[in-house]
């Protein structure tokens, strides 16, 4: 089975440059994060996605960052312009909410970004 | 706001029983105790899950004690590829509830 799949796996870019990172989750699960790890620090929820919707993106700096998940499956997550202190890990997870009130969370392999 | 402490760091002998201990006094009732770890380069992967039963997986065994303010995940034979960041989270009952990350234990398996 295949897992949640990141790309690009590593981004340099200089800084007010846009940038974006897709995900693609497992097949079939209906909700998708978008997590930021800064280094040596656990990852910090941006935005969640049940389906098409934003559910909770009370985190995402809104002046800059945004975020899609077309047709409910892969998601996009945009920078622009990039800053010096967006350098950071981006991880996108998947999980199946169903009928258990518990659900795990799968986690892709991460874009890191770093803004010169 | 941390929910959760854990020591930063923790060494163990390959082969040996790994006991990663978190401290989660403020736990509620409808909260699970959640453990994932992060290798290198990696993303964070799921270990196990509990409430208020110990339990047991391929991977871990969850020991939560009785009042429910602390657990121990046990990684009984320790290999160098178990080394990685562990992180215990506590999490609310409803599904979909985003998972809160502190700092981890940083545990290093050594020959």
């Known amino acids: 089975e295949a897992g949640v799949v990141q790309s690009p796996r590593y981004k340099i870019i200089e800084k007010k440059q846009p940038v974006a990172f897709w995900c693609n989750p497992i097949?079939?699960?209906?909700?998708l994060y978008w997590y930021r790890q800064n280094l040596g620090q656990g990852p910090e929820l941006l935005i969640r996605?049940?389906?098409?919707?934003?559910?909770?993106d009370s985190q995402l700096p809104k002046d800059r960052f945004s975020a899609e998940r077309l047709k409910g499956v892969d998601s996009t997550l945009k920078i622009q312009p990039a800053e010096l202190g967006d350098s950071a890990v981006y991880l996108c997870?998947?999980?199946?909410?169903?009928?258990?009130?518990?659900?795990?969370?799968?986690f892709g392999p991460g874009t890191r970004l770093l803004v010169l | 706001d941390a929910k959760t402490t854990q020591p930063t760091s923790m060494d163990c002998a390959e082969g040996r029983a790994a006991n990663l201990p978190c401290n989660h006094s403020?736990?509620?009732?409808?909260?699970?105790v959640y453990w994932y770890r992060q290798i290198h380069s990696q993303g964070p992967q799921y270990i196990i899950h509990?409430?208020?039963n110990n339990e047991t997986n391929e991977m871990a065994s969850l020991i939560i004690t009785e009042d429910r303010k602390s657990s121990t995940l046990i990684l009984p034979h320790a290999t160098l590829r178990d080394t990685a960041v562990y992180y215990c989270?506590?999490?609310?009952?409803?599904?979909?509830?985003?998972?809160?990350f502190g700092g981890g234990t940083r545990l290093m398996v050594k020959p």
């Open positions: 997870a998947s999980s199946l909410i169903g009928s258990s009130i518990q659900e795990t969370q799968y």
């Open positions: 097949s079939g699960h209906n909700t």
């Open positions: 996605y049940e389906n098409e919707e934003a559910v909770d």
């Open positions: 403020t736990i509620s009732g409808n909260e699970y």
């Open positions: 509990g409430l208020k």
């Open positions: 989270i506590v999490r609310p009952g409803n599904a979909g509830n985003m998972l809160t």
